[in-house]
């Protein structure tokens, strides 16, 4: 049996209540959700927390959708956010997203365990016999119990059920482990306990194996159990109240397992040194639980330890175990504890030399060694005699042994070698106003001279050798000092001397010996926030800030030359600063009265730390002090010096956490966030939105900061604080997405989000804009419509312009001889001119025209057999005839040459002009027939045809070549007949 020993190799844990927000007892256990809500299963029902609002689900009579029993026993989580319940009344299924509760009629005993293995097997363990179902379904359980030979288990009262790495199934009995045996289908006793172990038949708990392939047992009355496989070996952890009740494996690490025991709080222990941290009720007030009765262990994905107790849920936040991050400077002394004078007042100042940080209290100055922290102590004492009544308000550290000391008795330099307070009698001999003794601040300048601040005789400039050089005061003159009363004096990385002072902040400008002020004005936010400016750092990024009385921290942009404040808004525990230091990048030490802020300047945000030792304590008394090369901090309280480590700052610094949209309003109608799917669709009368979000449970230290978007209708984030709802009313239709995140963190992380639409009205829905569109468009088509029958209006008008302008063309060209004498018709030159018009005209409106050209079929021999005088006397009939055949105002028709003529007819189509062209050849064909008495013999004709809409590429001569081509085709392919023009005439080459 392995003996405990009792220390505290971890931290202390720190446990707290929240009666307000968890007001109920008996704890059973506890689960979480994807969504981060949290489920407390209790004697008197299941409680949903979902970081604003607890929700009770419990047992009503005679209604079948709650729970058959309100008394639950134990809990488990299973995929897919469903909670299994195991009550006195049997099993329960409660589907976290929809709310909705089922009970499967597994056994009507008290259920004591619920596990799902590793083959997605339900197990059920009860008071009477375990439950399994192989497919999952929770439809067929098989029962195992002591009473059944095939299904057998040596105890019919299950505790837990487990799973090993091997895939062995493990149920814990009031009489032993058993483990199952797959190829029999029924339990055996369990194989890895040795003989003689008090599990082989005791009451066992639990029976888990860890990391490292070790089991362990807890056996009620004997303790816990530790069984190493590989050597059959167990040892027993005996603790001082042995009912062990509930087990946490791997707590914080896997060197640790929790025990809670029914009757004797909470044991932590270290698996390898066996080493135990004890945690019962009334161990002292504050921090302790608050019950030694503990049911239950859960630790949430925020590092929040919840322990279900008989009377109270007891919380401690695990992210704080590295204890208080402040340590008493006094505390770590390697002196002799002998009495410090300087602990038993108020720490005025402080300030550090390369090996040592000096401090005043009253009127002792105290020095202390960074590498052995001895407190030297120097009492006031001016030769041989102590100063009755004096006070040290400031220090400046010229070197490990010497100081400037700042008093209410005038201005002293101090030797540690010596022990020795020397006045300065350059300037205590040389002022006669009182206020000018009280130097309530020191700055040692590059050039050795002191910048001294006094309590009511303004600023003072002083050389060590030659005295006084200046004394500044406020008066009635512009740009002069803004008040009398200094607080601090320093300057920034850029040169620039920084005076706070009781009524503004001051900047000394040396080239004129004044000072540009900056003073409180209500109606100016971009200017300082108060007047009293107590404090002042700069950190990396070159922004200065300062600490006002009320007025909280104030960042100056030397750029702009505007101010920033930040209060208690944003976190900080109080607008009044007591100092500031830069921390490391991005963060700042912000001293309150009472609490220490780390302030993120990145993300605008601060989070107070209400460190224990500062409840020992009283209040910060003075600006802090920052040793970055050394990584240390140093505070100056009522009794004393704190320090902090930059190593303790890390490890301290607190982990924002997300924010969750928790609830969604319409019109007054809660909406189910997680059964629905997004986006939710609702109704163009929806008038009020209402949205809520809240931060998971994680810890009363941690304040998130929550801003919200309405993507849609918000332009930017906007910043709610710590309010954690908003509503939108009269929202116009449309599609939003609702975004919301914890402002402490990176801004570009969007945490959660839920997208909905806002329908529109029936009369601009999609069908309605639809049939709207359709009588747009018919009402622009009839317009187009009637624009068109406008315009053909307007070009008819313009032809018959054009036709009168031809018309008196072809008299001009009377007039001009353009006739053939002996047809009657147009001549070449007639045909050049008016054919060119005719096919302009037809580019410019677009229509088709077609060109004709035939020539009479074996004229010659008509002659040669006839006389030319028949000839010409057949050319003059055909001229006459086909001036029959033509409209004149806009067709043509000329004698191109011997027996060839040529035809243009305007706006006229191919198969139109086929069929005009077929007329024109019969007609010639039969006119023998009409005119006996002329003609002395029959002839024919061969017609030639090309038609379309000419272009500027297709001139008129290629339109009169193409017509040729294929009258050259007609006579090829017999004469006396009609061919259209194809492209294949182009490689006729005899053609003119």
Same mark, same amino acid.
């Given at each position: 049996?392995?003996?405990?020993v009792?220390?505290t190799?971890?931290?202390?844990l720190?446990f ?41 689900y ?7 959708t709650?729970?058959?029993? &309100?008394q ?15 009550t ?29 293995? &590793?083959?997605?097997?339900?197990w059920?363990?009860t008071i ?7 497919d ?12 059944q030979?095939?299904?057998?288990i ?8 487990s ?17 199952y ?5 029924a339990?055996?006793?369990c ?10 038949s005791?009451v ?7 990391s490292d392939?070790?089991?362990w047992?807890s ?9 190493t496989?590989?050597d ?6 005996s ?9 946490y494996n ?25 080493e135990?941290?004890?945690y ?7 921090? &302790? ?51 410090l ?16 940080l000096w ?6 100055l105290v ?15 001016v ?10 308000y400031?220090?400046?550290?010229t070197?490990?042994?010497?100081a400037?000391?700042?008093t ?13 307070f020397?006045?300065i ?11 000018s003794?009280l ?9 050795n001279?002191?910048?001294?601040g006094?309590?009511?005789?303004g ?8 005295g ?27 040169g620039?001397l920084w005076?706070?002072?009781n009524k ?12 540009i002020?900056?003073?409180y ?8 926030s ?9 950190d990396?990024?070159g ?7 009320d ?11 505007l ?5 208690k808004?944003?976190g ?13 990048d ?7 009265l009472?609490?220490l ?24 008394s ?31 610094r ?29 109704d163009?009368?929806t ?8 931060a998971?449970?994680?810890s009363r ?7 919200y978007?309405?993507v ?9 604080s ?31 989000r ?6 529109q009205?029936?009369?601009? &829905? ?20 009637i624009h ?6 307007r070009?008819?008008d313009l ?7 031809l ?13 053939d ?19 302009q ?6 229509v088709?025209i ?12 008509y ?21 029959k ?26 198969e ?7 007329g024109?050849r ?15 013999g029959?002839?024919t004709?061969?017609i ?49």
């Amino acid at each position: 049996m392995a003996g405990l020993v009792f220390c505290t190799d971890l931290a202390p844990l720190s446990f707290y209540t929240e009666p307000a927000l968890f007001p109920f007892n008996a704890v059973v256990g506890v689960a979480e959700d994807s969504q981060d809500c949290l489920y407390f299963a209790t004697r008197s029902g299941l409680i949903k927390y979902n970081g604003i609002t607890c929700e009770k689900y419990e047992h009503l009579p005679f209604d079948n959708t709650t729970m058959r029993s &309100s008394q639950i026993q134990t809990i488990y989580m299973d995929t897919d956010d469903v909670l299994w319940l195991g009550t006195y009344s049997g099993l329960e299924r409660f589907d976290t997203k929809s709310g909705i509760l089922k009970h499967f009629p597994v056994s009507d005993d008290v259920i004591t365990a619920i596990f799902r293995d &590793s083959k997605r097997q339900l197990w059920v363990g009860t008071i009477n016999g375990l439950y399994f179902c192989r497919d999952g379904s929770c439809k067929n359980f098989i029962p195992f119990n002591n009473h059944q030979y095939h299904s057998f288990i040596g105890n019919n009262t299950i505790r837990s059920i487990s799973e090993d790495s091997h895939g062995i199934i493990y149920a814990s009995t009031y009489n032993g482990v058993w483990q199952y045996n797959e190829s029999e289908g029924a339990f055996e006793p369990c194989s890895l306990i040795p003989e003689g172990c008090p599990g082989k038949s005791g009451v066992v708990y639990h029976f888990i194996e860890d990391s490292d392939g070790v089991y362990w047992l807890s056996v009620w009355g004997i303790g816990l159990v530790r069984i190493t496989p590989g050597d059959n070996s167990y040892e027993v952890y005996s603790l001082p109240d042995a009912r062990i009740y509930t087990l946490y494996n791997n707590f914080l690490t896997d060197e640790y397992i929790a025990v809670g025991t029914w009757g004797g709080g909470i044991y932590i222990i270290n698996k390898k040194t066996k080493e135990v941290t004890p945690y019962k009720a009334n161990q002292n007030p504050e921090g &302790s639980l608050t019950n030694n009765v503990v049911y239950s262990f859960f630790i949430n994905k925020y590092n929040m330890l919840f322990v279900g107790t008989a009377d109270a849920l007891n919380i401690a936040d695990l992210n704080r175990l590295s204890g208080d991050i402040a340590v008493p400077l006094h505390a770590e002394s390697y002196a002799s504890k002998k009495k410090l004078l300087h602990l038993d007042d108020s720490i005025a100042c402080l300030t550090a030399s390369n090996n040592y940080l000096w401090a005043a209290s009253n009127n002792i100055l105290v020095r202390y060694s960074f590498y052995q922290w001895e407190a030297e102590e120097f009492p006031f004492i001016v030769g041989k005699n102590q100063v009755n009544g004096a006070l040290i308000y400031s220090i400046s550290a010229t070197s490990d042994t010497e100081a400037w000391v700042g008093t209410n008795k005038g201005l002293f330099f101090f030797d540690s070698t010596t022990a020795s307070f020397t006045p300065i009698s350059l300037y205590n001999n040389r002022i006669s106003d009182a206020s000018s003794f009280l130097i309530r601040s020191i700055y040692q300048d590059s050039d050795n001279t002191l910048w001294i601040g006094t309590y009511g005789a303004g600023l003072i400039h002083f050389s060590p050798e030659n005295g006084i050089l200046a004394q500044y005061r406020h008066s009635d003159a512009p740009r002069s000092l803004s008040n009398d009363i200094i607080f601090f004096i320093n300057r920034d990385s850029r040169g620039t001397l920084w005076i706070g002072t009781n009524k503004g902040l001051c900047r000394y400008v040396p080239e004129t010996q004044d000072f540009i002020s900056y003073l409180y004005d209500v109606n100016k936010p971009t200017g300082i926030s108060a007047n009293r400016v107590d404090s002042f750092c700069e950190d990396s990024k070159g922004y200065l800030w300062f600490g006002t009385n009320d007025g909280g921290i104030c960042r100056f942009d030397p750029k702009t030359e505007l101010f920033r404040t930040y209060t208690k808004d944003i976190g900080l525990s109080s607008n009044q600063i007591i100092g500031i230091t830069d921390a490391d990048d991005d963060f700042l030490w912000i001293a309150g009265l009472k609490y220490l802020n780390l302030f993120d300047t990145a993300h605008q945000t601060a989070q107070a730390y209400n460190i224990t030792n500062i409840h020992q304590y009283g209040y910060f008394s003075c600006p802090p002090i920052a040793l970055k090369n050394k990584g240390m901090f140093f505070f100056g309280t009522d009794k004393g010096i704190l320090k902090i480590s930059q190593a303790k700052l890390y490890a301290s610094r607190l982990q924002f956490i997300p924010i969750k949209i928790r609830g969604l309003t319409v019109d007054g109608q809660s909406v189910n966030l997680y059964t629905k799917k997004q986006p939710f669709i609702f109704d163009y009368k929806t008038n009020d939105i209402k949205i809520s979000f809240a931060a998971p449970y994680s810890s009363r230290r941690k304040k998130p900061v929550y801003a919200y978007k309405l993507v849609g209708f918000d332009k930017d984030w906007i910043v709610a604080s710590d309010r954690n709802y908003v509503q939108y009313t009269h929202l116009p239709p449309g599609s939003y997405t609702f975004l919301v995140k914890n402002a402490a963190e990176d801004r570009s992380v969007v945490q959660d989000r839920v997208s909905f639409t806002i329908r529109q009205s029936f009369l601009i &829905s999609p069908v309605m804009i639809w049939f709207y569109i359709v009588i747009i468009a018919i009402i622009i088509f009839l317009a187009y419509k009637i624009h068109k029958l406008y315009w053909l209006q307007r070009y008819a008008d313009l032809l018959e312009e054009k036709q009168l302008v031809l018309i008196q063309d072809n008299f001009t060209l009377k007039e001009l001889s353009l006739l053939d004498h002996l047809t009657g018709i147009g001549n070449r030159r007639y045909i050049d001119m008016i054919g060119l018009k005719i096919w302009q005209m037809a580019v410019e409106h677009n229509v088709s025209i077609a060109v004709m050209m035939f020539d009479i079929d074996l004229f010659k021999n008509y002659n040669d057999c006839f006389g030319h005088q028949a000839g010409d006397e057949l050319l003059r009939l055909i001229g006459t005839d086909l001036k029959k055949r033509i409209r004149t105002e806009t067709d043509l028709i000329g004698r191109y040459g011997g027996e060839e003529f040529l035809i243009v007819l305007y706006n006229l189509l191919p198969e139109k002009a086929m069929h005009i062209a077929e007329g024109i050849r019969k007609t010639v064909e039969t006119m023998h027939e009409r005119h006996a008495k002329e003609m002395v013999g029959q002839t024919t004709i061969s017609i030639g045809v090309f038609a379309g809409e000419p272009t500027e590429k297709d001139t008129f001569e290629q339109m009169i070549h193409k017509a040729d081509c294929a009258l050259y085709r007609a006579k090829q392919t017999g004469r006396n007949k009609v061919v259209f023009y194809d492209t294949t005439m182009d490689q006729i080459t005899d053609c003119h």
